[in-house]
């Protein structure tokens, strides 16, 4: 049996990742640039739960928490 990890953020961490995403995006189009596009970092921080980020150059955003499943 094949196991898969489910991943899964939170509303508030999901709109925060957008707003961010979404402007990233915006500004790069806007300096006639293609976008980059975007990665998210999913920190598995055992009993202190589980986050998710992302690095936007010399900054660490965190976004909210994380649910992570294997299923």
Do not use: H
Not at 9 to 22: F, I, M, N, Q
Not at 39 to 59: K, R
């Amino acid at each position: 049996m094949s196991e898969r990890l489910q991943i899964t953020l939170t509303e508030d961490a999901t709109r925060k990742y957008l707003e961010w995403a979404g402007a990233k995006s915006e500004a790069e189009v806007n300096a006639d640039c293609e976008p980059s596009g975007c990665s998210i970092i999913i920190e598995i921080s055992g009993p202190y739960g589980c986050g998710a980020l992302a690095n936007d150059g010399d900054n660490l955003l965190e976004f909210g928490d994380a649910d992570v499943e294997l299923i």
